[in-house]
């Protein structure tokens, strides 16, 4: 049984400052409402929901973004551009290939500093529970023991979740693989993490997923997971919106 551990933000608990926003994916399980925009800018609940990430990240105090684009980039950076709400916008520009989630975070690497940082997908939504979440998250940080900090959720609360669980909670925190196929993990990523960009390194050319980076850090010991305290859906196809808004409506 895994111990939860309830994290309250301190008040001077440090946040980080930048963000990178995961926005270049094709969208084709969206289809058919991918066609002429990019996923990140379907609309749930009245507004793109890319722009729910953002609201998400200026409530917890990040104030750069890093954004990477492949899919209809034009279109999506004139979004981003057009948002006006005091957060700095960096794009890292994926146009000439899409480089997936690992090859994206290398190639951004430059644009991302060297202090720990938000990663977040662009096509979930979470609400909050009883704390801001990105702030929880930041609180549970801890530089000297951690390369990676993941956001999970029970698989009986992954909303439109299909999969079979990604994740073991130990209780000490840290987090382990589904141990063979077949088999269901308790817990599902949320597409929301802290890393360090010292994790980002001695990748592949190419394309790749994150995937390689995190089993570096768990069999380093150095990976860590944090259960989500409020709603999370993950929007992925056309048919998860109306059930997000209904559920989102329903409370």
Do not use: C
């Amino acid at each position: 049984m895994s111990r939860q551990l309830s994290i309250r933000p301190d008040p001077g608990t440090p946040v980080p400052h930048t963000a990178m926003v995961m926005a270049a994916g094709l969208g084709k399980r969206m289809r058919p409402l991918t066609a002429t925009r990019p996923k990140p800018l379907v609309e749930v609940a009245g507004k793109p929901l890319i722009d729910h990430v953002f609201d998400r990240l200026g409530a917890a105090g990040v104030t750069r973004a890093v954004v990477n684009v492949h899919y209809l980039a034009d279109t999506l950076e004139a979004h981003l551009q057009a948002r006006g709400d005091g957060i700095e916008l960096v794009l890292s520009d994926e146009r000439a290939q899409l480089m997936e989630t690992g090859g994206g975070l290398a190639q951004a690497l430059p644009l991302l500093g060297d202090a720990p940082l938000f990663v977040v997908n662009s096509d979930n939504l979470w609400v909050d529970g009883p704390v801001d979440t990105l702030k929880q998250l930041a609180a549970r940080w801890d530089g000297d023991t951690m390369d990676a900090l993941l956001l999970m959720v029970p698989l009986a609360r992954a909303h439109n979740h299909r999969g079979a669980g990604d994740f073991h909670l130990g209780g000490d925190g840290r987090i382990t693989r589904r141990r063979r196929p077949g088999t269901v993990a308790p817990f599902a990523y949320t597409g929301v993490q802290i890393i360090h960009p010292r994790l980002i390194a001695d990748w592949p050319a190419g394309p790749f997923s994150t995937n390689l980076f995190w089993d570096r850090a768990i069999a380093a010991g150095r990976a860590y997971g944090l259960v989500h305290q409020g709603l999370w859906f993950d929007v992925g196809t056309p048919a998860a919106i109306p059930r997000t808004e209904a559920l989102l409506i329903d409370g």
